[in-house]
């Protein structure tokens, strides 16, 4: 076993299973290119994943998610955190299950393929980013509240028009706050916007009664 993939193994799976060619390098002591080389090697091996240049996963780990990969595709400065349809499904709000990991953030950000998953990217205001919290006991990504997430698609279908369109049949949970989605939507700076978007959760609220 070479040096990188002790290092893997004995101190960078204790904290997660994805992780960049610059932390395998610094836990094992080696240079950036040697990390690099090695875990090209380990790759062909199939003992480890390449995400994209200079992230890598193991995918076979148990604590392994195509969704905790989501922190990587941002710069380090910059908020990111799934919602829209993706929020929904994981919140139990609809069944339909997203081809693609649907992402907010405040960077500028092209959609992804990797061998992990698929990443679609939407740009937000600063002051509509909030409204999200770790996922689960592990905390490796943050998930939007079934509120926000839903704020989330009813903005960007007055955006975007018939890319979110359509809303999949929604079961609200227990708790549901209604109040809160209709503060999201005052802080909608645009005012032909926010009347868009109250336009659009009103037809909502009679649709579901």
């Known amino acids: ?8 193994l004995r101190e960078q799976l204790p904290r997660s299973p994805i992780f960049t060619t610059a932390d395998a390098a610094r836990l094992a002591g080696v240079a950036v290119q040697d990390a690099s080389r090695s ?11 390449a995400v994209r240049q200079g992230l890598w996963a193991l995918t076979g780990h148990p604590d392994f998610s195509p969704y905790a990969v989501v922190p990587r595709l941002v710069p380090d400065d910059a908020e990111a955190y799934v919602s829209l349809l993706s929020a929904l499904n994981l919140h139990g709000m609809i069944e339909q299950f997203p081809r693609r990991i649907q992402v907010v953030t405040t960077a500028r950000r092209t959609d992804l393929e990797t061998p992990v998953g698929s990443f679609e990217f939407h740009r937000m205001a600063g002051p509509l980013i909030s409204g999200f919290a770790p996922y689960g006991t592990l905390r490796q990504f943050d998930l939007a509240t079934p509120e926000k997430a839903l704020f989330d698609l009813l903005y960007l279908s007055a955006q975007k ?26 802080r909608i700076g645009n005012v032909l916007l926010r009347g868009a978007v109250r336009e659009r959760w009103e037809a909502l609220q009679s649709r579901l009664g």
């Open 1 to 8: 076993m070479n040096k990188v993939a002790g290092a893997i």
């Open 161 to 186: 028009g018939r890319r979110f369109g359509h809303l999949p049949e929604l079961t609200l949970p227990d708790g549901f706050a209604a109040s809160e989605v209709d503060g999201w939507i005052e």
């Open 39 to 49: 875990l090209s090697r380990m790759a062909e091996d199939g003992l480890v994943t």
